[in-house]
C-alpha cells in the first residue's frame, strides 16, 4: 500500500514523558546513518499509526514510538528504540546549546529579547484573535471579562523537590539512550555515546547506572569492558530486568546481556550483524533478529544461542504469532523474496522453519513490502491488472478480498487500526491528491463502510504518509480529524467510530475571559493533530486511558487550521467544550493519571521553570525545578500509572555535560484521596449520554483537592441504552440519503449476497443497516436493523468461470497446473461439474467444495489445449472455456474490429500488439460457433457472418513463454438508429473512466430512458463511450420475438426515434446518481451508421479496415438521406464480460472530447474515429505486475480496455 501512513503519528519532537514506557533516546543528527542511534526497527515497534518502510502500513501496539531512520536537522529530535518506546534528541555540535524543534513553516516566533520578557511576565501578548493585550493582565483579577471563565495563572514562583547529576567526562557525547526499568524499580540505565560525523560511526561510549530514582549514577565502563563501543541498548519488553547491550558492528559483532537490571553483564559474539529485534510478547527469553544480509534468526534463549530461520526476509515484515489467534506461541510470520524476486507470505515454527515445514497461507505471490500481522487480522496486497487488491485474513481463516464500495478505485490504502475487532483504514481513491476517506470495516474487516471523506494528509520527514486522524484515549469509539473542504482544512470529532461528525465549539471566552465571537459553522475550533510520542514537539495532541475526560492539543480559532497564532486548548469533558490555557505552544504532560497537568514552554532559550495544574487547565502555579536555567533536551517520567517522578535532561552550554534533573512531585500532594474527594462525571456528547450504545459514569477528583489518586478509578457505573437509528450505520452497499434512510447504491445488487448460498442453508439478508462495531445498546430497534436469516433461494448456475491457480495462460511441459473452477452464482454442494482438460483425460466432481484447493493437471504435450468445464444442477447449467498453452506468455494485445456488420459481407479483425516488436508471433482465432481455431502467422483475418445475432471473436497471440488474448463482441442487424447522447456537467465528477462504471452508468441510463418514454427495454441500448467529457451512444433497435413473429417494421424505429429525441429536448431523461446528484440526459446527434473502433496506434492492415469501413460509412450517410435504412449497431455495453478487469492509470484520464451541439447529425467518419481500450484476461491473483514500462517498449500511462 505505498508509503505507510502514520495516522497522525509524527516522528519528529523535542522531549516526552513516557508513562510506562521508561526508555529515552537522545541522538545526534545525522547520527542515525551510523545504524547506531537509531537502526532499522521492525514496524512492531511503531505506534498505531507509526511509519515503517514502503508497502502495507504497519501498525503496532499502542505506545511504541515511529520505526523510521531520523532526519538530519540541526535541531534535538525523538526516535524509537527497537523493543520499547523511545525518545530521541541531539545536542548540534559547534551551537552552543541544544536547539529547540524549530516551528512550523508559517509560524511566527519570538525573538530572544521578547522571550526573555515572556519569562519575567513582561511584555504584550496576542490573542487567538490577532489583538495584541498587555502582559499584565494575567494577573489575577485584572481587566478580567468574566473570572470565572478566564484562564487564572499564579505568579508567584514555588519550588519543586528536585536533584541534579552531572554525567562527568561525557561533555563530548552527542547521543543518549535512557531506560528507567520502573515498576517499583529504582533503577535507570544511560547509554551516552560520540558519534563522529566525519566517520560516520560511534567511536566513543559511556554506561552509567543509578539505583536511587537517579538521584546519582556510577559509570559501568569497566563492567562492559573499557575498549567496548556500544551502540544500542535493548530492553525485554515483558520482562524489564532483562537488559541486551549491541556492541558496535564496525569493530566487533557481539551481546551484552543482563538479567539483574543492568547490574552484572555476560558477553557474547555473534557470527551476524543484527540490524533489528523483535521480542516475543509473552516469552520473555524469545528474540527475533534480522540481520544485515536479510536474514533472520530465532533465539530462545534471550540471545545466547541463535538459529538460522530463513533467508532473503523481507525488511520489516515479519512477526510473531498473535495470542489468541495462532495457537502456536513460537509460530514466526514473516515475507520473503523468491530467487526470482517474487515476495511470499511464509509460516513456521522458530526452531522448526525447514522447507518442508513452511506453509504458504495466501496462494501465490504478493505485492513486496505488503505483508502485515496485526491483531486478529493478516493483510497482504496483489496488485493484477494495473490496480491494487487488497486482501485480509481473520482469526488466520481463509484470505478474502476487502470490499470497498465499488468505484472507491483505490490509490493507496494504509490500515490505521485494528482495535476491537475492527479495521479502520484511510484510502485515497482515485480522484484524490492530498487527502483519504476513513472507512471502517465489518468484524471480519472484508466490507468496508464510508466514514468520513477528505481527511486531510501530508508527508513526514521520511516521505511517509501522516493521516490527520487522532484516536482519544479513554474513550471508545471517539476520534478528531482534520477535513478538508473547499480548500479549507477543519477539525470535525466523532463518538460513534465516523458515524456522525461535527465541528468543535470554540470557547465562549479566551484566555482573560474576553467573549469570543465564533459562530458555527463558519467559525470553529481547529487542531493539530500530528502528535508524537513527543508531548513537547509542535502540533501536540494528547490524552491518557487513566484520563478519560481531558483533552490537550495546540490549535486556532477560526473558518480553518492555520499554522500562526497557535494557542493551546483543553477539553475536561471530553471534546464538548474547551478552553485555552496558554498562547503559545508549551508542552502538556500527564502526572498522577492526569490528576496534575505540567505544563514547558516550547523555546529555545534555557528554562528553570513550569507549570501545574491541579484543576484540569483552569489554573496554573509556577514551578520552579532548577536553580540555573537548563537548555532542555528531553523528558522521561517514571512508568507506570502514577507518573510522580520525572528525569529532566539537558546543559548549561554546549561544552557542558549531560545535566539529570530528577523531580520528585509528590511534595506537592497533601495526602492520599479518599471516597470523599470525588466527584461523578458522565461522558456526553452535547448533552446525549448514550455513547456507543451506553451511558457511563466516572470518578473525577474535586478540583479543589490536592491529593494524589494513585491507582486509576475508571468507570464508576456503566450501563447499556436502548437501541436507536443512530447507533447503526449504513450497511455494505448502501448510502445514507438525506431523509436519513440507508438505501441501495447504483451499483450494488441487495442479491448478490446469497451468491455463495446453497439451498436448504441459510444467509443472512441484509436491511441495509449495521450495527456500529462495540456498540453495547440492547432491545428498541435493534432487531429491526439487523440483518436476518433467510433460506439460500435455489439458483441455476451462473458466472462459471475456469482459471489457472497462478492467473496465467500457459502450463510447463511435465510440471503440474493447478486449474480453478469459479462459479458466481449456483447451489454449489448439489452441482455436478465434469472438466475436460482437452488432452483425452476427463474428472467428473460431485460440488464444488471438494474443488477448493483446484484441480491439479500434467499435459505431456506442449501444443493449445481447450480446456472445458460443465456445471448441472436441477435448475440449470453453465459452461466455460479455457484455451490454455503450454508457451509463450505476452504482454499486451488489442482486438481491432467494428461493433457492427452485415450479413455475408467481410469483416476485418486486426490484432493490435504492446509493444509492437516482439518477434515471430503466432496468432490463434475463434470466432463464431467454430469448435476449432484459425492459426495464422499475420495479425489480421477476414470472415463473414451469414446470419443476425451476437458472435463474439477470440485472438490469443503467442511469442515465446508469453500468451495474451483479447475478445470482442459483434452484433448483426438489419436496421437500427443510432443517437449520441450528452450530459449535465456534474456527471463527470463521478466518472473514474473505467468499463465497470459505464456499464453501470449504462443501465441506469437505460432504465431513465424506459420510463420517460414508456418503450420497452428491448429497443434500446446505452452504451457510454470512453473519455471527458461523459458521452453516450443509444440504439433503437427491432425487437424480434423468440417465435421469430411480429418483427417491428423501420416506420416503428422512426417513431421510437423521434419520441425519444422529443423527451430529451424536454429534458424529460434524468437520474440521480448518489444522493443529491441529478444528471441530465441530452440528445447530441442521431445516425444510421455502423460504428467502428480503432486505436490512435494502428497497424497497416488496420488501417486499410479503417479506410475500407469510413467508405462504406460515407455511402450509407448518402443512402440514408434518401431514406434508405442500412444495418448496424453498438453493442459494446452489453457484451462485455462483467469481470473483465483492465491495465489503467490510477490518475490520468483521456483527453477530453469536444462538445457537439445537439441538431449536429454525426457523419460515418465521426462514428469511425472512436477511442479504443483492451484488457488483460483477468485471473485471480494474477501475478502480472505493471509498472508502466512493456518490454523494450516506452512507459506508457494508460492502456484502452474497450471497443
Request: charged letters at 20%; a neutral charge.
Amino acid at each position: 500500500m505505498g508509503k505507510v501512513g502514520a495516522g497522525g503519528v509524527s516522528p519528529a519532537g523535542l522531549s516526552a514523558l513516557l508513562a510506562g514506557a521508561g526508555l529515552l533516546v537522545l541522538c545526534a543528527p545525522g547520527s542515525c546513518g551510523g545504524g547506531s542511534c537509531c537502526p532499522p526497527r521492525h514496524p512492531s515497534a511503531a505506534p498505531r499509526w507509526a511509519p515503517t518502510p514502503g508497502g502495507l502500513p504497519h501498525q503496532g501496539p499502542r505506545g511504541r514510538a515511529p520505526a523510521t531512520p531520523l532526519p538530519q536537522l540541526g535541531r534535538p529530535l525523538f526516535a524509537v528504540a527497537p523493543g520499547d518506546r523511545a525518545l530521541s534528541l541531539e545536542r548540534a555540535p559547534g551551537t552552543g546549546a541544544s536547539v529547540a524543534v524549530a516551528p512550523r513553516s508559517g509560524r511566527k516566533r519570538r525573538s530572544g529579547e521578547d522571550q526573555e520578557k515572556a519569562e519575567r511576565g513582561e511584555g504584550t501578548s496576542r490573542s487567538p484573535r490577532g489583538v495584541l493585550r498587555d502582559r499584565g493582565q494575567l494577573e489575577p483579577g485584572t481587566l478580567e471579562r468574566d473570572p470565572d471563565k478566564a484562564t487564572r495563572f499564579r505568579l508567584e514562583e514555588l519550588k519543586l523537590t528536585s536533584t541534579t547529576f552531572a554525567l562527568t567526562g561525557d561533555s563530548a557525547h552527542n547521543q543518549a539512550m535512557v531506560h528507567w526499568s520502573g515498576h517499583n524499580s529504582s533503577v535507570i540505565l544511560i547509554l551516552t555515546k560520540l558519534f563522529d560525523y566525519n566517520l560516520g560511526s560511534i567511536t566513543e561510549s559511556s554506561l552509567w547506572r543509578s539505583t536511587d530514582y537517579g538521584t546519582t549514577y556510577e559509570k559501568l565502563n569497566d563492567k562492559v569492558g573499557l575498549k567496548t563501543i556500544l551502540s544500542y541498548l535493548y530492553v525485554c519488553p515483558t520482562n524489564k530486568r532483562k537488559i541486551m547491550l549491541l556492541t558496535d558492528p564496525e569493530i566487533e559483532s557481539s551481546l551484552l546481556i543482563s538479567s539483574d537490571e543492568g547490574a552484572t553483564y555476560q558477553k557474547y559474539r555473534l557470527n551476524f550483524y543484527i540490524q533489528s529485534l523483535l521480542f516475543h510478547p509473552k516469552q520473555e527469553d524469545w528474540i527475533l533478529a534480522y540481520s544485515q544480509d536479510q536474514k533472520l534468526y530465532s533465539s530462545a534463549e534471550f540471545g545466547r544461542r541463535w538459529q538460522l530461520i530463513q533467508e532473503a526476509v523481507v525488511p520489516n515484515r515479519f512477526y510473531w504469532s498473535v495470542m489468541g489467534s495462532n495457537k502456536e506461541p513460537d509460530l514466526v510470520h514473516l515475507e520473503a523474496r523468491t530467487v526470482d524476486g517474487h515476495s511470499q507470505y511464509l509460516t513456521c515454527r522458530m526452531q522448526n522453519c525447514t522447507e518442508a515445514n513452511r506453509n504458504k497461507p495466501f496462494p501465490g505471490y504478493i505485492d513486496p513490502d505488503s505483508l502485515i500481522v496485526q491483531d486478529d487480522y493478516v493483510f497482504v496486497q496483489l496488485t493484477s491488472g494495473g490496480r491494487p487488491h487488497y486482501y485480509v485474513s481473520y482469526r488466520r481463516n481463509a484470505f478474502a478480498q476487502m470490499k470497498l464500495p465499488k468505484y472507491a478505485l483505490p490509490k493507496d490504502m494504509h490500515v490505521i487500526s485494528t482495535d476491537e475487532n475492527q479495521v479502520f483504514a484511510a484510502v485515497q481513491e482515485w480522484n484524490q491528491n492530498d487527502t483519504y476517506n476513513l472507512y471502517i470495516s465489518d468484524t471480519r474487516g472484508v466490507y468496508f463502510t464510508l466514514a468520513l471523506e477528505n481527511v486531510q494528509s501530508s508527508r513526514g520527514p521520511e516521505g511517509n504518509v501522516m493521516i490527520d486522524l487522532y484516536e482519544v484515549a479513554g474513550i471508545k469509539g471517539m476520534f478528531l480529524a482534520n477535513k478538508k473542504i473547499d480548500n479549507q482544512v477543519k477539525t470535525f470529532i466523532t463518538y460513534n467510530k465516523g458515524r456522525d461528525w461535527r465541528l468543535l465549539q470554540a470557547p465562549d471566552t479566551d484566555l482573560r475571559g474576553d467573549p469570543v465571537h465564533c459562530v458555527l459553522p463558519y467559525c470553529s475550533l481547529h487542531l493539530h493533530l500530528k502528535v508524537s510520542e513527543n508531548p513537547y514537539t509542535s502540533g501536540i495532541i494528547a490524552s491518557r486511558d487513566t484520563a478519560p475526560s481531558i483533552i490537550v492539543a495546540s490549535g486556532n480559532i477560526g473558518s480553518e487550521l492555520s499554522d500562526s497564532d497557535i494557542s493551546m486548548f483543553v477539553s475536561s469533558d471530553a471534546g464538548n467544550t474547551w478552553r485555552q490555557i496558554f498562547e503559545e505552544e508549551h508542552s502538556v504532560l500527564y502526572l498522577d493519571q492526569g490528576g496534575v497537568l505540567v505544563a514547558m514552554k516550547h523555546t529555545s532559550l534555557p528554562i528553570r521553570h513550569l507549570w501545574l495544574s491541579f484543576d484540569e487547565g483552569r489554573s496554573w502555579s509556577k514551578y520552579s525545578f532548577t536553580s540555573i536555567p537548563l537548555f532542555v533536551d528531553g523528558v522521561l517520567g517514571e512508568p507506570g500509572e502514577e507518573t510522580l517522578i520525572m528525569t529532566v535532561f539537558g546543559h548549561f552550554s554546549h561544552r557542558s555535560e549531560w545535566q539529570l534533573v530528577k523531580v520528585d512531585y509528590k511534595s506537592i500532594f497533601d495526602r492520599r484521596c479518599a471516597e470523599e474527594d470525588y466527584r461523578p462525571w458522565q461522558l456526553h456528547s452535547q448533552g446525549e449520554a448514550c455513547i456507543m450504545g451506553a451511558k457511563r459514569i466516572y470518578k473525577k477528583r474535586k478540583s479543589e483537592r490536592k491529593c494524589m489518586q494513585g491507582k486509576y478509578a475508571g468507570a464508576m457505573e456503566s450501563e447499556p441504552c436502548v437501541c436507536t437509528e443512530a447507533d447503526f450505520d449504513c450497511d455494505y452497499g448502501y448510502e445514507r440519503h438525506s431523509n436519513g434512510q440507508c438505501l441501495p447504491a447504483f451499483w450494488f445488487n441487495p442479491s448478490s449476497l446469497s451468491k455463495d448460498c446453497s439451498l436448504g442453508q441459510s444467509y443472512l439478508n441484509s436491511t441495509g443497516y449495521r450495527k456500529v462495531v462495540s456498540n453495547n445498546c440492547t432491545d428498541g430497534v435493534r432487531e429491526q436493523y439487523t440483518a436476518k436469516p433467510q433460506k439460500c433461494p435455489g439458483k441455476a448456475p451462473r458466472g462459471l468461470r475456469i482459471v489457472t491457480a497462478d492467473g496465467k495462460l500457459t502450463a510447463e511441459q511435465g510440471h503440474n497446473v493447478t486449474l480453478m473452477v469459479q462459479l458466481e452464482e449456483g447451489d454449489v454442494q448439489r452441482t455436478l461439474i465434469q472438466v475436460d482438460f482437452g488432452d483425452g483425460i476427463a474428472v467428473s466432481y460431485v460440488n464444488l467444495s471438494s474443488m477448493e484447493d483446484g484441480i491439479k493437471h500434467v499435459y505431456h504435450n506442449v501444443g493449445i489445449f481447450r480446456v472445458t468445464v460443465q456445471v448441472d444442477n436441477s435448475l440449470g447449467s453453465d459452461s466455460a472455456v479455457l484455451y490454455l498453452h503450454v508457451t509463450c506468455p505476452l504482454e499486451h494485445v488489442h482486438l481491432s474490429l467494428p461493433f457492427v456488420t452485415t450479413k455475408n459481407k467481410e469483416v476485418n479483425a486486426t490484432a493490435v500488439l504492446w509493444p509492437s516488436q516482439v518477434g515471430t508471433l503466432t496468432y490463434v482465432w475463434w470466432y463464431g460457433n467454430n469448435t476449432e481455431p484459425l492459426i495464422t502467422l499475420e495479425g489480421s483475418i477476414a470472415f463473414k457472418f451469414t446470419s443476425e445475432g451476437m458472435n463474439t471473436i477470440t485472438v490469443q497471440v503467442s511469442a515465446g513463454n508469453a500468451i495474451l488474448q483479447d475478445t470482442k463482441t459483434i452484433a448483426v442487424y438489419e436496421e437500427f438508429r443510432s443517437l449520441r447522447l450528452s450530459f449535465s456537467p456534474n456527471l463527470d465528477d463521478y466518472n473514474p473512466d473505467i468499463p465497470e462504471w459505464r456499464r453501470d452508468v449504462s443501465r441506469v441510463i437505460k432504465k431513465a430512458l424506459v420510463e420517460a418514454t414508456g418503450v420497452p427495454g428491448q429497443h434500446i441500448l446505452v452504451a457510454v463511450l470512453p473519455g471527458l467529457p461523459t458521452a453516450a451512444e443509444l440504439f433503437v433497435l427491432p425487437h424480434q420475438d423468440p417465435t421469430g413473429e411480429n418483427k417491428r417494421p423501420a416506420e416503428d424505429l422512426e417513431q421510437i426515434s423521434e419520441l425519444m429525441i422529443h423527451k430529451l429536448n424536454q429534458n424529460s431523461v434524468h437520474f440521480e446518481l448518489k444522493p443529491g446528484v441529478q444528471v441530465l440526459v441530452h440528445a447530441a446527434h442521431l445516425t444510421a451508421a455502423p460504428l467502428v473502433d480503432l486505436t490512435p496506434t494502428h497497424s497497416g492492415s488496420a488501417m486499410l479496415m479503417l479506410l475500407s469501413v469510413v467508405f462504406v460509412g460515407l455511402a450509407v450517410f448518402v443512402i440514408y438521406k434518401f431514406k434508405r435504412k442500412i444495418p448496424g449497431i453498438n453493442v459494446y455495453a452489453q457484451m462485455q464480460n462483467e469481470k473483465e478487469q483492465e491495465m489503467v492509470s490510477r490518475v490520468s484520464h483521456p483527453e477530453s472530447r469536444p462538445y457537439v451541439p445537439q441538431t449536429e447529425l454525426r457523419r460515418p467518419g465521426q462514428l469511425i474515429d472512436e477511442k479504443v481500450e483492451s484488457q488483460l484476461i483477468e485471473v485471480p491473483n494474477s501475478n502480472f505486475e505493471s509498472n508502466g514500462v512493456l518490454g523494450s517498449c516506452s512507459v506508457f500511462s494508460r492502456i484502452p480496455t474497450e471497443h
